[in-house]
């Protein structure tokens, strides 16, 4: 099973500012990574395919990038409606689809 | 409008079973494979098991956790996909998510599945 880690577990970051987030996986999983957003109270959403491809809709300021083992979705300038939770998942190697434990992006 | 409903979560005593709906529209739902996701109360995401299309033998694939426990399957003529949960334990507790799996092909017989589609979830407590 690929374990996905991801870092920091919270991140304290100022509207306007960028954000960036990290995501490892255990093995390589080359670019078949996603990222998602879930706010409170709500279902998440997807961000970001092929580790670098944006989900329809999504807006530019969310990017992916990374291959292989490290990976980094980078939030250009935090929107009041960016803070939330982030995960990261793999789709290389599977059964199981295994995601990471998340990213919370809090206000400063 | 694409759109995912998920309903029959509840309070379920441990052993007992509990099947699960989700009903789709606003899209072919055939044509996709279907998957579902839980999530423990204050914890992360949880892939639970897919099941492909019919084009993909419908074949299904389970986490470790639930294997033998947790069956999906579908409906396609109803546009319903199903999780029927046996032998539940007070570690299933957690909400469950429906969502539409994005097939994703990377090389020639290779592919995964992101979830671009997601319901609003439906709460199962297992407990006595």
């Known amino acids: 099973e690929i374990v996905m880690t991801q870092s920091p577990a919270t991140l304290s970051v100022s509207p306007g500012e960028r954000a960036t987030l990290s995501c490892r996986a255990s093995q390589s999983v080359s670019t078949n990574l996603a990222w998602y957003q879930q706010k409170p109270g709500q279902a998440p959403r997807l961000l970001v395919y092929g580790a670098s491809t944006r989900a329809t809709g999504i807006p530019a300021r969310f990017s992916g990038s990374g291959s292989g083992t490290e990976f980094t979705l980078t939030i250009s300038s935090l929107q009041s409606e960016d803070f939330a939770l982030y995960y990261c998942q793999q789709y290389y190697n599977w059964p199981p689809l295994t995601f990471g434990g998340g990213t919370k992006v809090e206000i400063k | 409008e694409v759109q995912l409903v998920e309903s029959g979560g509840g309070l379920v005593q441990p052993g007992r079973s509990r099947r699960l709906s989700c009903i789709a529209s606003?899209?072919?739902?055939?044509?996709?494979?279907m998957t579902w996701v839980r999530q423990a109360p204050g914890k992360g995401l949880e892939w639970v098991g897919v099941i492909r299309t019919k084009a993909y033998g419908g074949k299904t694939e389970y986490a470790a956790a639930v294997k033998g426990r947790f069956t999906i399957s579908r409906d396609d003529s109803k546009s319903i996909a199903y999780l029927q949960m046996n032998s539940l334990k007070t570690a299933d507790t957690a909400v469950y998510y429906c969502s539409r799996a994005h097939l994703l092909w990377f090389g020639e017989i290779y592919y995964g599945y992101a979830f671009d589609v997601w319901g609003q979830g439906t709460m199962v407590t297992v407990s006595s």
């Open positions: 606003g899209f072919a739902f055939g044509d996709y494979a």
